[in-house]
Structure formats: structure tokens, C-alpha cells
């Protein structure tokens, strides 16, 4: 089953400033996502990353905030732009493994000051 | 849009007691999915449903997938330490990628 790495794990930053999460992942995949989790929350799906075209975003996300790359089958960058401590979050990325097996990153925790 | 709705929110159980914990929807799905996130750690996938009705089990943990397709359950048998974390379930569309995650259950074991 494949094996995905995110970095960093954590971060805390200041208010205003960018942050790009990487995930990378041990086999290529089709299906590469984003969530969000805030704190004590569930999680929320950010977009999908398609491989070779512009990602696809859900209802309240748009892409001058979260700007995602997908440069390849196995990697995969989410940017959380112009922050504010609102965006103090968990960051997961996730792959559709086999049938219907949608596996988590580890996450990147972020707070912003 | 669609809600999963978990209930307990959060359970104190003792050692070795049995947990139930479900899940409803204000629509289908056609696959029924329950993670388990430790903190600090993204979550891990533990039992997946395929068919209306369908129990599965996975060593102590049994999940079932509701007739309604609208709701899910999932057992765990004689909790032990290692069994805290949050729990949550997570529904599918058929050709759709995309899940719906549940609002999660808490679950804490009590010395």
C-alpha cells in the first residue's frame, strides 16, 4: 500500500506570509487530495490535484488561497497563502490507494501567530 | 450538501468494556469507510464497506454497512489502552473519489 510523506510536519509562522506543504508519495497514483482539519474538527476536503491541469476545488476554497501543483504521479505541493490565524489548521494530504482505500499523510500542523 | 452526522461525540469507557459508535447521512453513499486518527497523526483507515448490509470485521473492531445505505456502525469488542483516539467515518459516491468525513467520536479509556 503506498507510503506518503508530507513536509514539514509542523510549522508556525506569522500572520501574512506563505507556506507550501509537500507530500510525496512511494508509487504513482491517479488520485492525490487535500483536506483540512481544524482544530477539534473533522475533515474537510480542500481539492483534488489532478496530474497535468489545474486542480479541482471545493464549495469556500479557491485557488489564489490554496494554489496546489501536481507535477508528477507521485508528488504534490498545497500553498497556504497570505495566512491568517484562521488558517491554523491540519493539513493532510491523501491518496485513493486501491478500490475505494483513500490513505492519509501524516499532516502538517500549522499555527499562525 | 451532505452531513455525517456521529454520535457518541465523545465516550469514557473502562477497560475492557465494548464500544458502539455509528454514523447517519442525510443521503446514500455506496461505500461506508471508518478511520482511526491518533493525535498528531493523520488518520488511518480500519474497516471498508462495499454493499448494503453488509458486517465486516477486523480483529476486535466489527463495522456494518446500514440496509438504508444511509447509516454505518462500527463495534469495538473489550476496549484496551491503545484503542483511544478519534474515530471517524467517512462515505463515499460510487465513481467519486471524494469522502465525506463524520463529525468523529472521541474515545477515552478511564484507568
Known amino acids: 500500500s503506498a507510503v506518503i510523506s508530507q513536509k514539514p510536519s509542523r510549522d508556525i509562522c506569522q500572520r501574512g506570509t506563505s507556506l507550501t506543504i509537500q507530500c510525496q508519495v512511494d508509487s504513482q497514483v491517479t488520485m492525490m487530495f487535500w483536506y483540512r482539519q481544524q482544530p477539534g474538527q473533522s475533515l474537510t476536503l480542500i481539492a483534488t490535484a489532478n496530474q497535468g491541469s489545474e486542480a479541482t476545488y471545493e464549495s469556500g476554497f479557491v485557488i489564489d488561497k490554496f494554489p496546489i501543483s501536481r507535477p508528477n504521479l507521485t508528488f504534490s505541493t498545497l500553498t497556504v497563502s497570505n495566512m491568517s490565524p484562521e488558517d491554523s489548521s491540519i493539513y493532510l494530504c491523501?491518496?485513493?490507494?486501491?478500490?475505494?482505500?483513500?490513505?492519509f499523510g501524516p499532516g502538517t500542523r500549522l499555527t499562525v501567530l | 450538501g451532505q452531513q455525517l452526522n456521529q454520535s457518541p461525540q465523545s465516550m469514557f469507557i473502562q477497560e475492557g468494556e465494548d464500544v458502539s459508535m455509528n454514523c447517519t447521512s442525510s443521503?446514500?453513499?455506496?461505500?461506508w469507510l471508518w478511520y482511526k486518527q491518533d493525535p498528531g497523526e493523520g488518520p488511518v483507515l480500519l474497516i471498508a464497506?462495499?454493499?448494503?448490509?453488509e458486517l465486516t470485521s477486523n480483529g476486535r473492531l466489527t463495522a456494518q454497512f446500514g440496509i438504508t445505505r444511509k447509516d454505518s456502525f462500527l463495534n469495538i469488542s473489550a476496549s484496551i489502552p491503545s484503542d483511544v483516539g478519534i474515530y471517524f467515518c467517512?462515505?463515499?459516491?460510487?465513481?467519486?473519489?471524494?469522502?465525506?468525513f463524520g463529525t468523529g467520536t472521541r474515545l477515552t479509556i478511564i484507568p
Open positions: 467517512a462515505g463515499q459516491l460510487a465513481g467519486n473519489e471524494k469522502l465525506t
Open positions: 464497506l462495499y454493499k448494503a448490509g
Open positions: 491523501s491518496v485513493e490507494a486501491s478500490r475505494d482505500r483513500v490513505r
Open positions: 443521503s446514500i453513499f455506496n461505500t
